[in-house]
């Protein structure tokens, strides 16, 4: 019932960080509702944060009939009405989304590699359908966290498809992402205009954004078996979807299962603690104040370490903070 109120669900949110200042961040039914919800935020030592994938806007096509997956507030309309669609969240270990699409189910999952600015993001066909394809339309930004982007002359878009990675570039200087583990991208460059963010707006700021789609990813589906991609901007061999995932929902269990108060509520509140600390651009362990935006204080830090590393044992990253 929550799920199919958009409002009720956009008050409702999830957060993943990567250990490095990045993160990934929506309300439940992955409607953005703030300047800073994204799928992939990185923090650089010279820009800053930045947002670079927004979301991903996601198609099932089975039996000849469209899906979409996805929702998003525009001026006084609500669309697509993918929330309509949802059975179920859950966002431990990792953030999962049930989809009951008549006899089908969809399952989709999302996590961030830890230590690296990478999101993976995985789909499971389910129900009586044995094959499908999934279209994913990344929708871009490549900004700084605190800001809004519009459709501008100034972006000058680089698209390289090699095998199955596209790499795309919005602005000169600012780091490539790169996609990968699709069957098929179709280049079909343009701007999504006019997304509004609920949040911003209430706080009196500006709420409206455009938002850069390079062109659609497709993935072919099949019963009993999971297929991802992954979205990064490290350099190298590039992970699968499922080895990111599953990782990281090891790391969480061997959290879960280092806390000090063997309860529901002490385990999360063990991993929330996770969140906080982090090794800023591989140099220093440090503490942030606040997820979306807040940085490292002295305060804040002295105020919270005891709970975040000295009952959760850290000891050494203790010292070293």
Not at 26 to 37: E, Q
Not at 90 to 95: E, K, L, S, T
Not at 174 to 179: E, I, Q, S, W
Request: net charge negative; charged share 20%; proline share 5%.
């Amino acid at each position: 019932d929550v799920l199919h109120d958009f409002d009720a669900a956009c008050r409702l949110e999830w957060l993943e960080t990567n250990g490095l200042g990045g993160l990934a961040s929506s309300t439940v039914v992955c409607a953005n509702t703030r300047r800073y919800h994204s799928l992939l935020t990185v923090s650089t030592p010279t820009h800053g944060r930045l947002v670079l994938l927004n979301k991903l806007e996601d198609v099932l096509h089975v039996r000849g009939v469209a899906y979409t997956l996805s929702c998003n507030r525009y001026p006084g309309a609500v669309y697509p009405h993918g929330h309509l669609l949802l059975d179920e969240f859950q966002a431990r270990p990792v953030p999962t989304w049930q989809f009951h699409l008549g006899p089908v189910r969809l399952t989709k999952r999302l996590a961030l590699a830890h230590g690296a600015d990478t999101v993976a993001v995985e789909y499971a066909l389910g129900g009586d359908a044995t094959e499908a394809l999934l279209e994913l339309h990344p929708l871009l930004s490549f900004r700084d966290h605190h800001s809004l982007t519009h459709e501008n002359q100034d972006a000058a878009p680089e698209m390289v498809v090699a095998g199955d990675v596209l790499t795309v570039r919005l602005y000169p200087g600012l780091p490539a992402v790169r996609f990968a583990h699709f069957d098929a991208f179709g280049p079909v460059p343009d701007w999504y205009r006019d997304f509004e963010y609920a949040v911003e707006q209430k706080r009196g700021l500006a709420f409206r954004e455009d938002l850069f789609c390079p062109g659609a990813l497709t993935l072919r589906l099949k019963a009993g078996e999971r297929v991802g991609v992954v979205a990064t901007v490290e350099e190298g061999a590039l992970p699968m979807a499922a080895d990111t995932i599953a990782a990281e929902i090891e790391r969480k269990r061997r959290l879960m299962a280092a806390s000090p108060v063997d309860t529901p509520l002490g385990r999360a509140l063990t991993v929330a603690a996770d969140q906080f600390v982090v090794r800023m651009h591989g140099k220093r362990t440090t503490v942030l104040a606040g997820h979306h935006w807040f940085t490292d204080w002295g305060r804040d830090t002295m105020i919270s370490l005891p709970g975040l590393c000295l009952t959760t044992g850290r000891h050494e990253e203790a010292r070293e903070i």
